[in-house]
C-alpha cells in the first residue's frame, strides 16, 4: 500500500520498557512463593517425618497411648494421648462457641436494631485479634481461680490443679466465638428477607422464623463457619500451651491435665532439641499430623462453601 | 360494626404459647451474644487490674531481668542496677514487624497483582488460589516449624530477626494476597480501558492507575495482618525468639538474635512467683496497646480513602 | 372456610372509597346499610399510613366483599402495596412504618390492642410478588403453613395434596413431592406459594402482583387460578397490568400517586365508565 | 535507648543448657551487660543433654550443666574439636515438693521415693504409700518432673530409681521447673522434684518433703547442702567453657566476671553458694586456660 | 498529523462493506481502484471476532476514510462496540475474544505478529461511553497519555493546554487544573477524556456512544467537537443515536443483529436512500 509501511513493533516505537517486559516474571514468582510455602511445607514436615518413621512403626505411632518419646531407656511414640488432648480442645472449644456463636449471630442478624449490630459485631470480632498469648495468661490468671473456687464450693465439682482442659477449652471458646458468630451472621443476613416474609405471611412468630426459615436456609455458611473455627481450634497453640499443661494422657476428666499436639510442638520448640534426636524428629511428625487434619478441615469448609455460593444466585 | 355479634374471634392461646417460647429464645440469644462481650471485658479488666500499679515509664525503656523485684516500682530506687523491663522487646518487635512489613508489602502485592491483573482463568490459577485459601488455614506453628527448619537450618540464618521476619511473613502472606486482591478488583475496568486506550502498557496501567488506587485499601489490609503477626508467639518461638535480650536486636545485623514482646509476655507468664503475673499483665497491656494503634491507623487509613465511605 | 356467626347481610360498597375521607361519613355506618350481593369482610376507615415522616397512604376508606376479587390498581409507588401489607399488619415488620385509623377484619379493628399479628396473619394469606418457596422440598413448603399453625395434627399429606391440586400445581408435580421448591420454573413456584397461602385455609388472600414477574403462560394459569379462588376466599390483588384487573377482579380500586384511593367500585364500572377524569386518564394510558 | 556503661569491649556469648542453673547465668550476664553494655550474652535453657549437643557441636561458647559431661558428650567434643574446661559454679539441692495443704507428708524414705517414682510403679495413690497407716488420704498423686532433656532427670533417676531414665512413665515431664511449681501448686496432691532454687523462690506456693538417706529427715537448706547432709539429692552444678573463645577479651572478662559473682548470684536466685576454697580453684584453673589462650 | 508516505490516493468506498465477504474480491484490491474525496486509512477485510464460541461479528470488510466522520450503528448487541475495539485491539484484554481476518491501518496488518498493540493504540485514541476520567487532577488526567507514551519531554504544560482548548474544555477548567477530574460535570469529564486523547495527537479516535450517559446540553457540545476534530483527525464514533449519526457523520456504517454490516456508505445516501430494506426499517424505527 504505502511505499512505507507503517511500523507499529515493538522496538520502533520504543514501547518495551523493561518494566512491562520484567513484570509479569517478578509478579508470577510472588505469587509462586505461596505454592512454594505449600511445598515447603508439606517438604519439610514429610522429611522430618520420615526420619522419625524409620525408628517409630506407623502401628505404633497411630495405636500406642502412650506418648513419652523422650524417656531415656524405652521410649513409646503413641500419638493417641496428644491427638486426645487436641480433640478434648477441640471439643470442648466447640461446645462453648458453636451455640454461643451460633445464638448471637441469630440475634444480630433478626433481632438487633441495625445500630446495635454495627458495634456489636466488630466488638466481638475484637476477640479474634486478641493474641492467643494474652488468652494464656487470662486462663491462669482468670479463669483457673474461678474453676478451682467453684471446686472448692459445689459439692459435685473436681478441684481442677493448675493445668487443666477445661480452662483451656474455654478460653480458646470464647476466642473462637467471633469466628462462628460473624460468618453466621453474614450468612444470615444474605437469606433474603422475601423468605421472611412469606413465613410472616403464613403466621409464623419470629422464633418460628429465626429457627425454622433462616437457619436451615443458611445452613451451608453456618456449616462453613463451626468447621473454619474447629480448624482455628485445632491449631490453636499458646492459650493451650499455658492453660491445659504439658501431661498427655487420655482422660475423660475435663478437669484434668492434658497435652495438646501444638503444647508438645512448644515444649520440643523452647527446649530447642538437638537436630537428629528423636524429639526433633518427633516435632516433624506431630506437625504433619495436625497440617493433615486441619488440611482436610480445609478443604471440607472450601467445599462447603462453593455449593453455598450456588444455592442463592 | 363495632356493635355485631359476629365479631372475630382470634384464636390467641396457641399464639401466646410461642411468643412466651420466642421470649425465651431471644433472652438466651441475648444472653450469647453478652458472653461474648462479658468476655471481652473481663479479659481486659483482669489484664489491666493485674498490670496497675507495674506498668510504668522504666517498664518500656529498660531491660528486663532475672529478679522479678527489679520490675517491683516501689523498689526502683535501691536497685544495684536499672529496673527491669520490655525495651528490647518492644524495639525487637516493631524491627520484626517492620521487615516482615516490607517483605509482604511486596510479595503479598506482587503475587495479588499477578493473580488479578495479569493471570488467565487457567488452572493453575484456582490452583494458587485454592492454594492460598487452605494456606490461610494452616495452624501458626506449622510455620514456626516451617520458619524452624527452612531458615534457621537450611538456610544457616539462625535464630535471628531475618528467620522472625520470614516466617511472619509466610504466616500472613496469605490474608495480605486475598485482601490485595480484593482492593484491585474493587479499581474499576474503565480506569484500566482508559489507560490502555491512552496507550498505556500493561506495567505502567498497573503502576499510575490501579495501583494507586488500589493503595488505601491494600494498606489497610497490610497493618491488620501485621497487627496479627505482631501478637503472634508460636512461629516465633519456633524459630528461637531470645528472652534474655539486654540491648535490642541490631536493625543493620538482621541475622543476630532477637527478642518479641508475646515471647517474652509467654516467658514471664511461665513463671510461677506470683509478681511475675503482674509484669506478664503489664507486658500484655503494652502489647494490646501497639495493636489497639495499629487498628487505629488502619481504621483510618480505611476511613480516610475508602470513596464509599 | 371457617364458621363465622352472622346471617347473611348485604353491604353497598358501591358509594365508599372517595378520595375524601374527611368527610368519613358514609363509610361510618356503611356495613349496615344499602343492599348489596356480598358482605364485606374487610374495611378500612380513614387509614393513614407513614413511612418516617413521609406520608404513603392518606386517609384510605373503602370496604371489601367477601369472596370476590378485588383489584387494586395505580401507578408505581401510589401504594398499593403499602395498603395490602396494612391489611394482615406485615407493615409492623417495616421499623419505620406508622399506620393511623382503623382496619375491621369481620368487625374486629386489627390495630387493636389484643389482636396479635401472628394470629391475624393465620386468617389472611399471602402471596408476592416475587415467588419466594422456601429452600425445602414442595411438600415442606406446603406443609409449612400446616406446622407452624399447629394444624398438623390431621392427615398433613392429604392437606397438602389439596391445596396443590386447589393451585393447580398437584399434576406437574406429583411425583416429586420430596424435590427442592427452588427447582420448580418461575409459575410453578409462585403456585407453589399460593398452595403455601391456601394450605391452612385462611378467609383472605392477599396477593402483591403475583404474576408481574412470569411469563405470558404462567400469567394466564395465575390468573385462572385467582378467579377460581375467589369462589372459597375473599381475594385482595395489587396489579400493574390494567387487562389483568379487568378480566379477574370484581372490583377495583384506583389509588394514584401521593396515596390517595380516587375510586373504589365494581370493575366494569371502572373501566368502561369512571367518575374521575383521572382515573380515565390513568386507565387509557395517558400517564402512570 | 542504650542502658548500662560502655567499658569499650564488644562482642556476643551464647550460653545455652542446664535450665536450672539458667537463673543464675542469667543474672551473671545481665548483671555483666550492666557494665558492659556492647556485649550481647543472650542466655537458653534447653536442658543440659540438648545444650551439651550444641555446644559440643560448637554452636555455643558456654554450657550450662546440672550433672557433669557424659562419655558420649566427651567424644562429641572432641570429634569437633571443642576443646573445654569446667567449672563449680554453684551448689543445688533436687527438691522434692507437695502442696502447702498436704500436711499428712512431711517426709519421705528413699525407698518410698523409689518405690513411687521408678518404672511400672504400683503407688497410685497416697494411701499407697502410707507404711505407717497414719492415714493418708486414698487420693490419685499427680506426679510432676523434669523431662527427659534435663540433667535434672538425669540426675533424680540415677539417685533415686538407680538408673538413668528409670521412672514412671505418667508423671508429667516438663523441660521447665516452673511448669512443675505452678502444678504442684494447683493440686493438693501433686508431688514433683526440680531444683531447689525453685523452691525458694516461691515458698509461698508450695512445701518441702524431708528426705530421709538412712539419718533422719533433711531438707535441702545452705546448712544442709553445704555440709552434705542432704543426700543423696545435693549435687554442684557446673559451666562448660569453651576454651578457644578465651582469645577474645570480653569472654575473659565474662568469665571472671562470673566467678567473681557467683557466689552472691547463686543465693539471689535460690542456690547455695559454693565454698570460698572452691572458688579460688576455679579461678586459677580460668587464669591458667586464659594464660594458655592468649 | 505523524508523517505517512504515499501521495494522495483516491479510493472508493461506496460499493465495500457488503455482507457477503466470501466474495471477497472488491476488497481485495480496493485501495488502488475507483476515485473519491479521500484516502482509505483503515481497512477490514473478513473480520470475524468470536466471544468462546459466540461469533459477535461475520466477516465485516469496509474502508473508512482519513479525516472523515465514520458513524457505525446499529441495534444493540450487534458488534458495533466490538467493531471499534478490534481496530485498536482493545479486544486482546478480553480473554475469551479472539479476532480473525485482517485489519488494515495506513496498509498495515494491525493483527501482523509484529505488530504491538501499545504501539497501535498511541496511534490510534478511544474515548468510551461513560466518562472514564483518572481520579488525578486534570492536568495530570490529560498528560497522562503523554507520560506513559514518553512524549513529556517537551513542554508538557503548553501540550495539555492545546489539547483542552482543542476539546473546547480550556475555558471552564483554566483555573482549576489542578482539582479532580472527577469534580467535573459528566459532560465536562466526557470532554477531559476526550482531551486525553488527543493531547498525544493519535491519528484516529475512536469514539464508543461519548453522548449516550449526558445531559442533551453537553450532548450536543461533543457533537459539535467531533465534527470540528475531523478537521484533524479520522474519527470512528459509535451511537445509537440515528439523529446523531446523521448529524455529525460523513460516512455511516449500519451493523444488524448477528454481526453483520448490512450497509457502509455516504451518510446522505443511508439515511435518505438506503439499499436494504432492512436498513430502511431500522432507520425508520420499525425494530430495533
Ligand atoms: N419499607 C419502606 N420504607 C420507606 N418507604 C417505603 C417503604 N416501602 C414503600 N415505601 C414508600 O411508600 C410509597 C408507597 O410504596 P408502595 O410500595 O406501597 O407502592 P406501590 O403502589 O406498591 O408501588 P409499586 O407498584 O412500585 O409496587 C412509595 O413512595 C415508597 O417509596
Ligand atoms: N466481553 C464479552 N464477552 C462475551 N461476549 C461479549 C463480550 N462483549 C460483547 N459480547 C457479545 O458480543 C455481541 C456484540 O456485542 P457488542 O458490545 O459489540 O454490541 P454493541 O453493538 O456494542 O451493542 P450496544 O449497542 O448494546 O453497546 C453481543 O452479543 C454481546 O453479548
Ligand atoms: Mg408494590
Ligand atoms: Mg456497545
Ligand atoms: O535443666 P537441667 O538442669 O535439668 O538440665
Avoid at chain 1, 82 to 96: E, N, Y
Avoid at chain 2, 244 to 253: G, I, K, R, V
Avoid at chain 3, 136 to 161: C, P, T
Avoid at chain 4, 83 to 98: I, N, Q, S, T
Wanted: with cysteine.
Amino acid at each position: 500500500m504505502s511505499t512505507e509501511p507503517l511500523d507499529l513493533s515493538r522496538n520502533g516505537n520504543d514501547v518495551g520498557t523493561l518494566g512491562d517486559k520484567v513484570a509479569r516474571y517478578v509478579f508470577f514468582a510472588c505469587a509462586f512463593v505461596t505454592v512454594a510455602t505449600t511445598l515447603a511445607i508439606i517438604v519439610v514436615l514429610v522429611d522430618g517425618a520420615m526420619d522419625f518413621f524409620s525408628y517409630v512403626s506407623l502401628t505404633e505411632y497411630f495405636t500406642g497411648t502412650n506418648w513419652s518419646p523422650r524417656a531415656a531407656d524405652n521410649p513409646s511414640f503413641g500419638v493417641l494421648p496428644l491427638v486426645w488432648g487436641t480433640l478434648m480442645i477441640t471439643v470442648g472449644s466447640a461446645l462453648i462457641a458453636i451455640p454461643v456463636g451460633t445464638l448471637t449471630a441469630i440475634y444480630l442478624s433478626e433481632y438487633a436494631d441495625p445500630r446495635v449490630r454495627k458495634v456489636v459485631k466488630p466488638t466481638l470480632e475484637i476477640l479474634a485479634g486478641i493474641p492467643t498469648i494474652v488468652y494464656g495468661f487470662f486462663a491462669l490468671s482468670f479463669i483457673t481461680p474461678i474453676l478451682q473456687s467453684l471446686g472448692r464450693h459445689v459439692e459435685f465439682l473436681p478441684v481442677p490443679g493448675t493445668f487443666n482442659a477445661a480452662a483451656g477449652a474455654i478460653v480458646v471458646g470464647v476466642m473462637i466465638i467471633p469466628m462462628v458468630s460473624s460468618i453466621s451472621e453474614d450468612a444470615m443476613s444474605a437469606v433474603p428477607d422475601s423468605l421472611r416474609n412469606a413465613a410472616y405471611g403464613l403466621g409464623a412468630t419470629k422464633f418460628e422464623v429465626s429457627t425454622q426459615v433462616v437457619l436451615p436456609a443458611s445452613l451451608s455458611g453456618i456449616m462453613a463457619a463451626y468447621i473454619l473455627a474447629i480448624s482455628r481450634a485445632i491449631g490453636e497453640t499458646m492459650a493451650v500451651t499455658l492453660a491445659a499443661g504439658a501431661l498427655p494422657q487420655i482422660t475423660n476428666d475435663p478437669f484434668e491435665e492434658i497435652q495438646t499436639m501444638t503444647a508438645y510442638m512448644v515444649e520440643i520448640g523452647t527446649g530447642d532439641a538437638s537436630v537428629g534426636s528423636i524429639g526433633y524428629q518427633s516435632l516433624f511428625a506431630i506437625g504433619l499430623t495436625l497440617f493433615v487434619m486441619t488440611f482436610l478441615m480445609n478443604v471440607f469448609s472450601m467445599w462447603i462453601r462453593s455449593r453455598y455460593r450456588e444455592e442463592y444466585q | 360494626m363495632s356493635t355485631e355479634t359476629s365479631e372475630f374471634e382470634f384464636d390467641e392461646s396457641a399464639v401466646k404459647r410461642k411468643r412466651q417460647l420466642g421470649r425465651v429464645f431471644l433472652g438466651l440469644c441475648f444472653a450469647a451474644t453478652m458472653v461474648g462481650i462479658v468476655a471481652l471485658v473481663a479479659l481486659l479488666v483482669d489484664v489491666i487490674v493485674e498490670a496497675w500499679g507495674w506498668l510504668t515509664w522504666e517498664f518500656l525503656t529498660y531491660p528486663p531481668s532475672q529478679i522479678v523485684e527489679h520490675y517491683d516500682p516501689s523498689n526502683y530506687g535501691d536497685l544495684p542496677t536499672g529496673p527491669g523491663g520490655m525495651y528490647p522487646m518492644i524495639v525487637g518487635s516493631i524491627y520484626l514487624i517492620t521487615l516482615t512489613a516490607i517483605f509482604t508489602l511486596f510479595l503479598g502485592v506482587g503475587a495479588a497483582i499477578y493473580l488479578e491483573e495479569y493471570a488467565g482463568d487457567t488452572f493453575l490459577t484456582r490452583f494458587i488460589e485454592a492454594n492460598i485459601s487452605n494456606l490461610a488455614g494452616v495452624p501458626s506453628i506449622v510455620y514456626g516449624l516451617l520458619g524452624l527448619a527452612v531458615f534457621v537450618r537450611a538456610l544457616q540464618t539462625g535464630q535471628s530477626l531475618i528467620a522472625g521476619s520470614l516466617t511472619l511473613t509466610l504466616l500472613i502472606l496469605p490474608i495480605v494476597i486475598v485482601q490485595s486482591q480484593e482492593s484491585l478488583r474493587a479499581v474499576p475496568d474503565s480506569m484500566r480501558q482508559a489507560s490502555y486506550g491512552a496507550g498505556a502498557t500493561k506495567w505502567q496501567t498497573i503502576r499510575n492507575v490501579v495501583l494507586p488506587e488500589a493503595v488505601p485499601g491494600i494498606m489497610t489490609g497490610i497493618i491488620l495482618s501485621l497487627s496479627r503477626a505482631i501478637g503472634e508467639t508460636a512461629p516465633i518461638l519456633m524459630v528461637g525468639a531470645a528472652t534474655t535480650l539486654f540491648a535490642p536486636p541490631d536493625l543493620t545485623d538482621p541475622t543476630g538474635p532477637f527478642g518479641a514482646m508475646p515471647m517474652q509476655i509467654f516467658e514471664w507468664a511461665k513463671l510461677p512467683e506470683d509478681d511475675f503475673q503482674h509484669v506478664a499483665a503489664a507486658g500484655i497491656v503494652v502489647l494490646l496497646t501497639v495493636l489497639l494503634l495499629m487498628n487505629a491507623v488502619a481504621i483510618y487509613i480505611r476511613n480516610r480513602y475508602d470513596p464509599r465511605g | 372456610m371457617t364458621a363465622n356467626g352472622g346471617g347473611p347481610r348485604t353491604v353497598s360498597t358501591s358509594e365508599t372509597g372517595r378520595s375524601e375521607p374527611e368527610t368519613g361519613v358514609e363509610t361510618e355506618e356503611a356495613p349496615l346499610d344499602g343492599p348489596d350481593v356480598s358482605e364485606t369482610i374487610l374495611e378500612s376507615r380513614d387509614l393513614d399510613v407513614y413511612y418516617g415522616d413521609d406520608q404513603a397512604l392518606q386517609g384510605i376508606s373503602m370496604e371489601i366483599p367477601e369472596q370476590q376479587v378485588t383489584a387494586l390498581i395505580g401507578p408505581s409507588g401510589c401504594g398499593k402495596s403499602t395498603f395490602l401489607r396494612s391489611i394482615n399488619r406485615m407493615n409492623d415488620l417495616i421499623d419505620v412504618a406508622r399506620v393511623e385509623g382503623d382496619l375491621y377484619f369481620r368487625g374486629k379493628n386489627v390495630y387493636d390492642e389484643d389482636v396479635d399479628p401472628v394470629a391475624l396473619r393465620r386468617k389472611i394469606g399471602m402471596v408476592f410478588q416475587k415467588p419466594n418457596p422456601f429452600p425445602k422440598s414442595i411438600f415442606d413448603n406446603v406443609a409449612y403453613g400446616l406446622r407452624v399453625q399447629g394444624k398438623d395434627d390431621g392427615d398433613v399429606e392429604e392437606k397438602v395434596r389439596t391445596a396443590l391440586e386447589r393451585a393447580a400445581l398437584l399434576d406437574e408435580v406429583e411425583d416429586q413431592l420430596d424435590s427442592s421448591g427452588l427447582d420448580l420454573s418461575g409459575g410453578q413456584q409462585q403456585r407453589l406459594c399460593i398452595a403455601r397461602a391456601i394450605a391452612t385455609d385462611p378467609e383472605v388472600i392477599l396477593m402483591d402482583e403475583p404474576a408481574s414477574a412470569l411469563d405470558p403462560v404462567a400469567t394466564s394459569k395465575i390468573e385462572d387460578l385467582v378467579e377460581e379462588l375467589a369462589e372459597e376466599y375473599t381475594v385482595v390483588i395489587v396489579t400493574h397490568n390494567m387487562q389483568q384487573a379487568a378480566r379477574i377482579s370484581d372490583k377495583t380500586a384506583v389509588f394514584l400517586t401521593g396515596g390517595e384511593l380516587v375510586e373504589f367500585d365494581d370493575t366494569n364500572k371502572i373501566f368502561e365508565n369512571p367518575e374521575h377524569d383521572r382515573v380515565e386518564d390513568y386507565i387509557t394510558g395517558k400517564f402512570g | 535507648i542504650t542502658r548500662g556503661e560502655d567499658s569499650g569491649l564488644e562482642g556476643r556469648i551464647t550460653i545455652d543448657g542446664s535450665n536450672t542453673l539458667l537463673p543464675n547465668s542469667a543474672l551473671v550476664a545481665e548483671l555483666f551487660m550492666w557494665e558492659n553494655n556492647q556485649v550481647d550474652i543472650p542466655v537458653s535453657g534447653s536442658g543440659t543433654g540438648a545444650g551439651f549437643q550444641q555446644f559440643c557441636r560448637g554452636e555455643t561458647e558456654l554450657q550450662n550443666a546440672s550433672r557433669a559431661i557424659s562419655d558420649d558428650e566427651r567424644e562429641q567434643c572432641e570429634e569437633n574439636n571443642v576443646d573445654w574446661l569446667e567449672l563449680e559454679v554453684v551448689l543445688d539441692g533436687l527438691a522434692v515438693m507437695k502442696h502447702p495443704q498436704n500436711d499428712w507428708c512431711d517426709c519421705l524414705t528413699v525407698d518410698q521415693l523409689n518405690r513411687m517414682w521408678e518404672r511400672g510403679s504400683d503407688v497410685e495413690t497416697w494411701a499407697d504409700l502410707d507404711d505407717d497407716n497414719d492415714g493418708w488420704p486414698d487420693e490419685p498423686i499427680s506426679f510432676y518432673g523434669r523431662d527427659a532433656a534435663s540433667g535434672t532427670y538425669d540426675y533424680f533417676t540415677e539417685q533415686i530409681n538407680g538408673a538413668v531414665g528409670n521412672i514412671r512413665n505418667d508423671y508429667s515431664g516438663s523441660p521447665d521447673t516452673n511448669n512443675i511449681i505452678r502444678g504442684v501448686r494447683g493440686n493438693q496432691y501433686a508431688v514433683g522434684f526440680g531444683g531447689a532454687g525453685y523452691y525458694y523462690e516461691n515458698e509461698d506456693d508450695v512445701d518441702l518433703i524431708a528426705i530421709d538417706n538412712g539419718d533422719g529427715c533433711v531438707i535441702p537448706t545452705p546448712e544442709t547442702i553445704e555440709a552434705q547432709e542432704y543426700q543423696p539429692l545435693s549435687r554442684p552444678m557446673f559451666l562448660y567453657v569453651r576454651l578457644d573463645e578465651l582469645e577474645r577479651p570480653e569472654f575473659r572478662e565474662f568469665m571472671r566476671f562470673y566467678l567473681e559473682n557467683t557466689q552472691e548470684t547463686a543465693r539471689d536466685v535460690g542456690f547455695y553458694a559454693v565454698p570460698d576454697e572452691t572458688i579460688e580453684d576455679q579461678r586459677e584453673k580460668l587464669e591458667d586456660a586464659i594464660e594458655r589462650y592468649t
